[in-house]
């Protein structure tokens, strides 16, 4: 029996534990073996001079193009990815950001860059891509006539993430992207935060589709890895330039991150059940100036997720009414169930102090019509604790904040 078969209509629950797994690639065993190889032996000289004349996925060749256990993932995200012929994997989710606009840029050409999206995505703009002679030009998502006219004869591609980082607002995608193809650029999403369960994005318009398999995928905090899936014309493009930078992942990793996708769906189930009631709780709460939390009701971008959107996550942001970053840092300092770092998407939760402002050129933090005092945030990552425990340690951290 073929577990891959019929997964198409499947719904998620199911498409999620059969992706992936051909027999060919698991054998007699449930999971692919971790297949570690370099070198990939031939049969004989004749089986030797045929290798290089193919160069397809799923076809042993050397090391640096994978093997089975990676195959297995990559196959496997691209059948949760609808409208996606296949799925390249990277070292990290900002190496599959660079992989991805060195796929569809060249010098001379301009990007256009979301105002909001992750700093290392910004920074790649104005550092690699510069370098290079492309152009980064910033964009305010929520602005879709400045939008529009800020593309010229030059831009080749549009880079776009929602919610946005740390501020959370959800922005038109399939409008922007609709834009992005009728000027002849290629949009790019950074999908991590939704992932294929939460927003099928090139259903949705979008060209190519990324993930920081780092965070939900994985699921863990055990690993690092990125994926791009597209259409069958970008995704050869992509292939192609991800094998002439030597892109490759290890199978050891390819094999977590494949146990790790078994119960994405459950974990995001759990968590943005468990994060919207911390949402909603927080947003009575006398500290609190504003919730940017795309599932809650009232939330900025709240009524396009809930449009375009099928599922969420754990991640979401608050900002305090008033008070300073000592306030802040106090109230980070004081949460005992939450960790403090970078990173998101395992089964811990992770609190982060959060300054939008400093990451944006034209958009404005905190938004209208917060007041400029109400700005010092703090972004959550719910993972997989008791919600009535996370809310508790919440309650008695927010004590920290308001003790002066
Ligand atoms: C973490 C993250 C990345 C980068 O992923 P790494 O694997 O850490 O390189 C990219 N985009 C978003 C939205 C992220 O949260």
């Known amino acids: 029996m073929s577990h891959t078969s019929n997964l198409e209509n499947a719904a998620p629950g199911t498409k999620i534990v059969g992706a992936g797994r051909r027999k060919e690639w698991t054998g007699p065993v449930v999971n692919p073996p971790v297949w570690r190889a370099s070198t990939h032996l031939y049969e004989n000289t004749a089986a030797l001079a045929e290798g290089p004349r193919h160069n397809e996925d799923g076809r042993f060749f050397y090391g640096r193009r994978g093997a089975p256990t990676q195959w297995a993932l990559s196959e496997a995200l691209t059948q949760l990815e609808p409208g996606a012929a296949g799925t390249v994997l990277y070292a990290s989710g900002v190496a599959a950001i660079a992989g991805a606009l060195l796929t569809v840029l060249k ?27 492309i152009e980064p030009r910033f964009f305010d998502p929520l602005d879709i006539p400045a939008y529009e006219a800020l593309f010229c004869e030059r831009t080749r591609a549009v880079l776009l993430e929602a919610p946005g980082s740390l501020s959370m607002e959800v922005c038109d995608l399939p409008e922007l992207a609709r834009i992005a193809r009728a000027k002849g650029a290629v949009s790019v999403l950074d999908n991590t935060w939704a992932g294929p369960l939460g927003f099928q994005a090139l ?17 863990h905090s055990d690993l690092m890895m990125g994926s ?42 759990q968590e943005t059940e468990s994060a919207l009631a911390i949402a909603q709780w927080l947003s009575q709460r006398p500290e609190v100036a504003q919730v940017f939390c795309p599932m809650l009701p009232g939330a900025p971008g709240h009524d396009l997720w809930k449009r375009d959107f099928t599922g969420g996550c754990g991640l979401f942001s608050f900002a305090f009414k008033g008070g ?8 980070v300092d004081a949460l005992s169930l939450f960790g403090l770092g970078f990173s998101w998407g395992g089964y811990e939760s992770l609190a982060l102090p959060v300054d939008p402002g400093n990451y944006r050129s034209c958009m404005v933090w905190p938004p209208k019509p917060a007041a400029p005092a109400d700005r010092f945030g703090v972004r959550l990552a719910i993972g997989l604790e008791d919600t009535g425990d996370l809310i508790a340690d919440i309650e008695q951290a927010l004590g920290a904040w308001s003790a002066a």
Do not use: C, W
């Open 203 to 219: 259903e949705k318009g979008i060209d190519i589709t990324l993930m920081a398999l780092t965070k939900h995928v994985g699921g």
């Open 107 to 133: 010098p001379g050409d301009v990007v256009l860059i979301s105002d909001n999206a992750y700093d290392p995505s910004r920074s790649m703009g104005k550092g690699l891509l510069s370098d290079f002679g």
């Open 324 to 331: 300073d970053a000592a306030a802040r840092n106090r109230f």
């Open 228 to 269: 791009a899936s597209a259409g069958p014309e970008l995704y050869a493009k992509l292939r192609e330039r991800a094998q002439q930078l030597g892109t490759v992942v290890s199978p050891d990793d390819a094999a977590l991150a494949l146990r790790g996708l078994r119960t994405l769906h459950l974990r995001l189930q």
